[in-house]
């Protein structure tokens, strides 16, 4: 990951990053393009799916925005390919009411999304947020054939290195923090994504079945996150 850098007036403390910025409306592509330079971001904006991956190939950014309805290739298909071999976080753009493409962002690997049209500082803090959540460190644990090196930042299962985005890592992180324990929906919507709107539940959902799918033996049968149903989710150390 590249270093992050701070303006000459910036507090110590606040985050900044290099930031891939797709999106095909030239208005709101300028906006929000400056609108994020201003907060001290540094930024590269392309118009098409095939362009952003096209930049991402020439220099990693820390983090992508991707609008969802873009030409060609859009941005679901995009993070998809990123998702492939880089755990690169990903936040979604999405229009007002197209949960249909929520949930398939989600699916396909987004840590986050945000609704269209967008105030400039609700972005912000979402970027800050995921960046919180790609440098999350914690201590070492194990169960069964599970372990988790939580200083290395590193799962394994069976000896086999466990590929997870930052946002899947830091939700095992916190329901493995407290084995046994339902953890509510809104709790693991708080700790993970910092959020606090309940309609955002579904990115808990979502995230829940992408690492089934990489640390369950058999994901449809989970043994070692279980559906409270009505409640949310609990970690069953073997």
């Given at each position: 990951?590249?270093?992050?850098?701070?303006?000459?007036?910036?507090?110590?403390?606040?985050?900044?990053?290099?930031?891939?910025?797709?999106?095909?409306?030239?208005?709101?592509?300028?906006?929000?393009?400056?609108?994020?330079?201003?907060?001290?971001?540094?930024?590269?904006?392309?118009?098409?799916?095939?362009?952003?991956?096209?930049?991402?190939?020439?220099?990693?950014p820390?983090?992508?925005?991707?609008?969802?309805?873009?030409?060609?290739?859009?941005?679901?298909?995009?993070?998809?390919?990123?998702?492939?071999?880089?755990?690169?976080?990903?936040?979604?753009?999405?229009?007002?009411?197209?949960?249909l493409?929520?949930?398939?962002?989600?699916?396909a690997g987004?840590?986050?999304?945000?609704?269209?049209?967008?105030?400039?500082?609700?972005?912000?803090?979402?970027?800050?947020?995921?960046?919180?959540?790609?440098?999350?460190?914690?201590?070492?644990?194990?169960?069964?054939?599970?372990?988790?090196?939580?200083?290395?930042?590193?799962?394994?299962?069976?000896?086999?290195?466990?590929?997870?985005?930052?946002?899947?890592?830091?939700?095992?992180?916190?329901?493995?923090?407290?084995?046994?324990?339902?953890?509510?929906?809104?709790?693991?919507?708080?700790e993970?994504?910092?959020?606090?709107?309940?309609?955002?539940?579904?990115?808990?959902?979502?995230?829940?079945?992408?690492?089934?799918?990489?640390?369950?033996?058999e994901?449809?049968?989970?043994?070692?996150?279980?559906?409270?149903?009505?409640?949310?989710?609990?970690?069953?150390?073997?």
């Open positions: 990951m590249t270093r992050r850098g701070r303006l000459p007036d910036e507090p110590n403390n606040v985050q900044v990053a290099s930031i891939l910025f797709v999106e095909d409306d030239p208005s709101a592509r300028t906006a929000l393009e400056l609108a994020l330079t201003r907060q001290g971001h540094r930024v590269t904006s392309r118009a098409t799916g095939e362009d952003g991956l096209e930049a991402l190939r020439a220099r990693r820390e983090i992508a925005i991707l609008d969802v309805m873009l030409p060609g290739i859009d941005g679901i298909e995009v993070c998809r390919r990123i998702r492939r071999g880089d755990p690169l976080p990903v936040i979604l753009l999405t229009a007002r009411g197209d949960d493409d929520v949930v398939l962002g989600l699916e987004a840590d986050d999304y945000v609704v269209k049209p967008v105030e400039p500082r609700v972005l912000d803090a979402r970027i800050r947020a995921v960046l919180r959540r790609a440098e999350t460190r914690a201590d070492i644990a194990a169960y069964g054939d599970l372990v988790v090196d939580r200083a290395s930042l590193k799962v394994t299962k069976a000896g086999t290195d466990v590929r997870l985005t930052p946002t899947e890592l830091r939700l095992l992180l916190e329901l493995a923090r407290r084995p046994g324990q339902a953890l509510t929906r809104q709790h693991l919507l708080a993970v994504w910092e959020h606090t709107y309940p309609g955002d539940s579904r990115l808990v959902d979502a995230c829940v079945q992408r690492v089934r799918a990489k640390i369950e033996d994901p449809a049968e989970p043994r070692l996150i279980e559906t409270v149903r009505g409640f949310g989710y609990r970690f069953v150390a073997p």
